[in-house]
């Protein structure tokens, strides 16, 4: 208990917050560096997931291929970046968005996956191309599934981001391996306190979203009587 | 519908092995509580830091002890000073391979360096009660102020002072506690004026992150210890230190009471044949060829007699 005091006074205490060490400094550091992980790990992920999800096809490969990527360790990759790339923020971004890329891809795909095929063939009867039947149907519907993909992905890039540290001047981690290295623990903990909270502000903002994605009509809010004004496929269950 | 039953299942088998992975994780927790408990009277605890070269010594001490009998039980790769040093003093560990004047400075914050056998001396008795040194080896591993030798032929550059010398701004790179080290950037900006531009960690202790950083010239010096092959073969340049910033770092056993007469002489015999240049080899034969520690310990102690 002592110790967790004297980490909350570490967080506290004002010297922290100047310099080129300040914990807002490094909370921004660490926020930025996760979000645009995930953007680069979603612009590669989400199309993909689409493909695989619409057509049906390549799921087997993306399956095997998101399983391994999962089995890959961060730390040893992100020395592997580094060694041939140098170090720098670049390794960190690569092995954080190999990181990345398995929760969203499968978000994405199980999204389109999860979707009632009498909904699709319904939204194809009516005349819709393949085009709208992935923007009009699939993508709303499969929205939640792919907010929880991007949410866990998300909870990962937040607590291993302390590895952009390894090689770059950047992050929550810095305090961890400083901390770490000089038993200044009270440090170590007072950063790894901040991860935590970061990651759980992150969790709840996501779970907001989450609930407000979910399509009228498919949520469990069925009681808040959805409108058949559109005569989208949607409401006709 | 059944796809998302199937998800579910799929997710909860996923936590639940999550789960045990993890609990099975925390069973295994300290791996020095399990040193304790079986360590006997017979049982000699080797330790190492989680240094490359550190465990090399360390396979050494324990093979050499092993072949003259005694029961070794290996807790390497430790950690750095910081986290061991309590572990030793607790008389978890009997016999660990030190470095003398990083040792005394850890021990004596305020501690004056000088040669190595002043260091020694210090540190014989700035050790706490239940933990002596035993003969220091010829071998040092020193920290070091390095840098490329394009870098040091631009400016001239020979001992660590003349890095005044240097009008482009420097960025240091190594691990985050090298900057409160006690020759870190500070001590060069106080006791030289040579002025830092920035800090870069990389925390792989001067390994190869550190090496390709500094001949990428992402940083321009570097913590690197001058037993390192590296310097060698990337064409670096450990600068001089005539003023001793840097204590003299000879190779040293640091053991408790558990080592008796007959494993004090086992331990004294290797370090009597342990110099620099072999020292040096020895790890080339880990960073070069990527050999495991206990075959280059193996092939060096059968070389030399020892076993």
Same mark, same amino acid.
């Given at each position: ?10 967080i506290?205490?004002?010297?922290n ?6 914990i ?9 560096? /996760? ?6 790990? /979603? ?22 291929? /998101?399983g ?8 040893g ?6 060694l ?17 890329i ?6 994405a ?9 009498? $909904? ?14 992935v ?13 929880g ?48 909270l ?31 004004? $559109? ?7 | ?15 639940a ?31 190492s830091?989680?240094y ?26 430790i ?26 400075q ?29 003969d ?7 920290n ?11 400016y ?15 960025t ?17 900006k ?28 992402k ?6 210890y001058?037993?390192?092959p ?21 190779v ?8 008796d ?30 050999a ?16």
């Open positions: 208990m002592n110790l967790f005091a004297s980490a909350i006074d570490w506290l205490d004002p010297a917050y100047v310099g080129l060490n300040a807002p400094l490094r909370i921004g550091q660490h926020l930025v560096f /996760s979000l645009v992980t995930v953007l680069i790990a /979603s612009a590669i992920a989400i199309p993909l997931g689409y493909l695989i999800g619409h057509t049906g096809r390549g799921r087997g490969l993306a399956v095997t291929t /998101s391994g990527l999962r089995a890959i360790p961060t730390l990759l992100l020395t592997l970046v580094a041939w790339v140098g170090i720098g923020v670049v390794a960190p971004y690569v092995a954080l968005t190999v990181l990345a398995p929760p969203i891809l499968a978000g795909y199980t999204g389109f996956e999860a979707i009632d095929r009498r $909904t699709v063939d319904a939204a194809r009867a009516v005349g819709m191309s393949e085009l709208q039947i923007r009009k149907v699939e993508v709303p519907l499969g929205l939640p599934l792919l907010i993909g991007l949410r866990s992905a998300t909870l990962q890039v937040i607590a291993t981001a302390t590895l952009a540290a390894y090689v770059a001047d950047l992050g929550l981690g810095r305090y961890l391996f400083s901390g770490l290295k000089t038993r200044d623990y009270a440090e170590m903990l007072g950063g790894s306190i901040l991860v935590i970061l990651a759980l502000a992150l969790e709840g903002i996501f779970a907001l979203i989450q609930r407000f994605v979910v399509p009228r009509g498919v949520s469990g809010r069925l009681d808040t009587a959805p409108t058949l004004r $559109t005569g989208s496929p949607t409401a006709a269950r | 519908m059944f796809t998302i039953t199937r998800g579910r299942l799929a997710l909860v088998s996923a936590v092995v999550g789960a045990v992975v993890a609990l099975a994780g925390c069973a295994s927790g300290d791996p020095l509580d399990e040193g304790n408990s079986s360590a006997d009277s017979e049982t000699l605890v080797v330790g830091q989680d490359y070269s550190n465990e090399i010594i360390a396979e050494i001490y324990a093979q050499a002890l092993e072949n003259g009998g005694f029961t070794v039980d290996r807790q390497f790769r950690g750095q000073r910081e986290a061991y040093l309590p572990e030793i003093e607790s008389g978890s560990i009997d016999v660990f391979p030190e470095y003398s004047g990083s040792l005394l850890a021990l004596e914050a305020d501690a004056a360096g000088g040669s190595p056998d002043e260091v020694y001396t210090a540190l014989e008795a700035a050790l706490p009660d239940g933990l002596t040194v035993l220091q080896a010829d071998a040092a591993d020193q070091s102020w390095t840098v490329t030798q394009a870098f040091a032929d631009t001239g550059l020979t001992d660590i002072a003349s890095l005044t010398e240097v009008t482009e701004p420097i240091v790179g190594g691990n985050s506690e090298l900057e409160t080290r006690p020759y870190g950037p500070t001590a060069l106080e006791k030289y004026g040579i002025e830092i531009a920035g800090f870069t960690p990389v925390e792989d202790s001067g390994g190869p992150l550190t090496v390709k950083a500094l001949v990428d010239n940083i321009q010096l570097a913590n690197i001058t037993a390192d590296n310097i060698e073969s990337n064409n670096l340049v450990a600068l001089d230190d005539p003023d001793n910033l840097f204590f003299p770092d000879n040293v056993p640091l053991v408790s009471d558990k080592v007469a007959s494993a004090a002489e086992i331990l004294n015999a290797v370090s009597a044949a342990l110099d620099t240049d072999t020292l040096v080899a020895l790890n080339a034969q880990s960073v070069n060829d990527q495991a520690a206990d075959t280059i310990a193996t092939e060096w102690l059968t070389a030399e007699g020892l076993i």
